[in-house]
Each structure stands twice: as structure tokens, then as C-alpha cells.
């Protein structure tokens, strides 16, 4: 590119707010927003290792947290071990020769006060 040439003046939004290439090379769809989601209660998932929960506790709920295992007894309650989210993103992100076989620093919680975020069309 030579000098002072903008590299995005070719592009301009559409009737449909798709944003075209007016030179015709390409084309940036958009897709909509996300499903609206909800809560469910953690027992009624079938698996939910890997998915994003909320803990329900006097107070305000703690949101941001991941389950790290299925749903398992103990003691004669249902249990699941939770870490917050970042320490979920950063397990995923070691390289796998050097992460660990379980997520570091996981807690367990009883089912009772879980819940899980699916999409709102979930189980229809």
C-alpha cells in the first residue's frame, strides 16, 4: 500500500448492515446476536463438564465459574468441583504435555446451589 491510501475506504454497509467490499473481493457477514440463555438446575444437565456455572448463595450469586468435573456423590450429597473462569481459560491454555491431568485449585460445591447456563431453547 502506498502512502496515505486507507486500507478499509473500499468498504461500506449494505441495506442489511453487511459490510461489503465495494472493489468486490470480499465479503464480512454478521450473523445476529447470540441464543437468549438461561439457568437451569446443575442436576438436570446431563454433562456439564467444561460449562459455565453460577453459584446461588446468601448475598449476590458468583458468577464467572466453570465445572470441572460431572455431577458425583459424596457423603451421601451431589457434588461438582468449580474454578473461576480464568483458571479454566488458563489450564486450556497450556500446551498439553505440561497441563495438569485436573484443573489446579478446583472447589467442590453442593449441587443444591449450582446452576448452569444453557441456551434458552435448551431441552425443547
Known sequence: MSGGEDPWGGLVFDGTGRLVDLGGEFTVE????????????????????????????????????????????????????????????????????????VVPRAISWPTRHVWVQVPDNWGS
Open 30 to 101: 454478521t450473523f445476529g446476536p447470540p441464543p437468549p440463555m438461561r439457568w437451569v438446575p446443575v442436576t438436570d444437565v446431563p454433562q456439564v463438564y467444561g460449562q459455565r456455572v453460577c453459584v446461588v448463595k446468601p448475598g449476590e450469586p458468583l458468577y464467572d465459574l466453570r465445572a470441572v468435573t460431572e455431577v458425583y456423590s459424596s457423603g451421601g450429597g451431589t457434588y461438582l468441583n468449580l474454578v473461576e473462569e480464568w483458571r479454566w481459560y488458563y489450564w486450556l491454555d497450556l500446551p498439553e504435555d505440561q497441563r495438569p491431568e
